[in-house]
């Protein structure tokens, strides 16, 4: 069965092609191709939704005949077509659902609309070294920030979440307040190890608290107040506050999912989206989880990202769980806020 999964939530778009063969194990990645906007939004200084649209739309058509050239399979080989159809931006999320049902209806294939952070959630399958359920999932990205138990494809369960901005978004902040430009969060990553990350005295929001939520407003303010407090000394002491941010965030992801481990007896922790392929926190983590014989596990690091592949991927592993089932109705809507905790089994 070949599965076509198309990405097109915020400000990458995202195609690629899976294969998957009922009772004959895990889906095989067959072919991606992804183009990410970074550059036409760093003159804005973030993601501008109009733009973000219409450029989904010049790149969705081109990167589909790219995946299919790279497989050599033809557009009449496809089973199925899956898309995103939320959460993320509205318009963005429109050209990739819209695109996805055109091509089906033309095609006469059925479709399926996929939750996006399950997408994330479902990517370190493509690993070479998979996961097996249960296990903990950190869902860490630009825009969301949340702890997960999962029992199964389709069963999951919310064990906490950010009540403020997410960790991707206090590193894109803090990286704006330092004059680090967009992307923020890579290039304070990458300042951070010139850095020394015991050099600020950062709030870590929540990180005692019984519970399993996160914070990071109070975070990006303490960078700010910083920032200001050193003036002109800014410019010399910016890596240093920049290994002291980072620091302050994966100290917070690293204790509250080794806490969610904990309370729930589970002995394996997912770590995806974009901030999961982050050295400093992927180095931490794997430290304190192996204290207590737990094992991380990752997407690749080209799968950290938002990707077609984790949507296929997505796809066909619904469709062999049974939990979804392809529709061939062509009408289509998008969700730009869906709580996974929503998503039908």
């Known amino acids: ?153 389709g069963s999951y369960v919310l064990l906490g979440e950010t009540i403020d901005d997410a960790a991707g978004e206090a590193f894109d902040k803090s990286a704006k307040l330092m004059g680090l430009g967009y992307p923020g969060g890579p290039a304070l990553s990458a300042l951070a190890t010139l850095g020394n990350p015991l050099a600020f005295a950062l709030p870590r929001p929540l990180l005692n608290q019984p519970n399993l939520d996160f914070s990071f407003a109070g975070l990006k303010t303490a960078v700010l107040t910083q920032s200001q407090k050193l003036g002109a000394d800014l410019e010399a002491r910016k890596a240093d506050l920049a290994a002291s941010t980072q620091a302050a965030i994966v100290d917070v992801l690293v204790k509250k999912s080794v806490k969610a481990l904990k309370q729930t007896g589970l002995k394996t922790l997912v770590v995806a989206g974009g901030v999961g392929a982050n050295r400093a926190l992927r180095e931490q983590l794997q430290a304190d989880c192996r204290k207590f014989g737990a094992r991380v596990h990752y997407p690749e690091p080209d799968l950290c990202t938002d990707n077609g592949a984790m949507i296929a991927m997505a796809a066909a592993m619904r469709l062999g769980a049974g939990v979804q089932s392809p529709q061939a109705d062509y009408a289509f809507d998008v969700l730009p806020r869906w709580p996974l905790a929503q998503t039908l089994t």
């Open 1 to 153: 069965m070949w599965i076509l999964g198309i990405e097109s939530s915020c400000d990458e778009t995202g195609v690629a092609l899976v294969r998957a063969d009922v009772g004959s194990g895990l889906p095989t990645l067959a072919a991606q191709a992804l183009h990410t906007q970074a550059a036409m939004h760093e003159a804005y200084g973030g993601v501008v939704p109009e733009l973000a649209s219409r450029d989904h739309i010049r790149r969705v058509l081109p990167l589909i005949q790219n995946v299919m050239h790279q497989a050599d399979v033809g557009l009449s080989q496809l089973d199925v077509i899956a898309y995103t159809r939320g959460p993320g931006l509205a318009g963005a999320l429109l050209v990739g659902a819209g695109s996805s049902c055109a091509l089906a209806a033309g095609l006469g294939k059925p479709v399926m609309g996929i939750h996006h952070l399950e997408g994330h959630l479902l990517s370190p399958f493509l690993s070479a070294d998979p996961p097996t359920f249960p296990f903990v999932a950190l869902l860490v990205s630009g825009g969301h920030t949340q702890l997960m138990q999962v029992d199964a494809v």
